[in-house]
């Protein structure tokens, strides 16, 4: 697979590596040194992944759509221009490829009809102090994580880049390619779904 001729070719790439070695190596593959791929994709793996898995929610499908959208980085890389950000043309080559999966073999996840509700829930947090607090940490990330596998597409997409991947809004609406107020009322709707389904799921589990 593209993820493991990568490492071969840079054994010393690693899941630490700073921003400023990532755009030494963006500037080495827009030189034609293809090699230095493996330092960008530890940069990105954990997020492009996350990200597509969003998506699509097959994790084997995100998987094989992670290895298609290197290989288009590889193909388009002389395109991207080195003073603008990666991050929203890489995942701008994801969606795309992700959307194209979705037209072919789940249409209708295109259409989901738009629900409404209100305020947003914290995400998953990233730490627990004890055993307890770990506990319940996952089982609310469970919960999280269901409620956000049953959101229409449009959703999904703009609540997990803006707060999985920290972009501002701006920037999603570039990636999108919609007006910054559509982000807004996309984020506002997601929020609100997102928070009547994880009420729901508590009321259903406190009735058990």
Do not use: C
């Not at 030494?24 to 940069?43: P, Q, S």
């Not at 890389?77 to 795309?96: E, N, Q």
């Not at 269901?146 to 972009?167: D, G, N, S």
């Not at 982000?183 to 058990?208: A, C």
């Amino acid at each position: 697979m593209l993820r493991a001729d990568a490492m071969m070719t840079h054994v010393s790439a690693g899941p630490l590596a700073t921003r400023q070695g990532t755009d030494v190596a963006l500037a080495r593959m827009l030189g034609g040194d293809l090699d230095a791929l493996a330092l960008v994709m530890d940069e990105y793996e954990a997020r492009l992944l996350r990200f597509l898995v969003r998506l699509v929610k097959d994790q084997p499908v995100a998987e094989d759509l992670f290895q298609l959208t290197w290989l288009r980085v590889m193909e388009k890389i002389k395109s991207y221009d080195p003073s603008r950000d990666f991050a929203p043309w890489l995942f701008t080559i994801a969606r795309h490829l992700a959307l194209d999966h979705l037209r072919r073999y789940q249409p209708a996840s295109l259409d989901e009809p738009l629900p409404s509700g209100d305020q947003r829930e914290d995400l998953i947090p990233h730490h627990a102090p004890g055993a307890m607090e770990a506990l319940l940490a996952e089982e609310r990330a469970t919960l999280l994580a269901q409620a956000m596998v049953k959101l229409p597409l449009i959703f999904r997409e703009v609540l997990t880049l803006r707060f999985e991947e920290e972009m501002k809004l701006e920037e999603i609406a570039a990636l999108l390619k919609i007006p910054l107020s559509t982000v807004k009322s996309r984020l506002r709707r997601g929020l609100d779904s997102l928070r009547t389904m994880l009420q729901e799921q508590l009321q259903g589990i406190g009735n058990e």
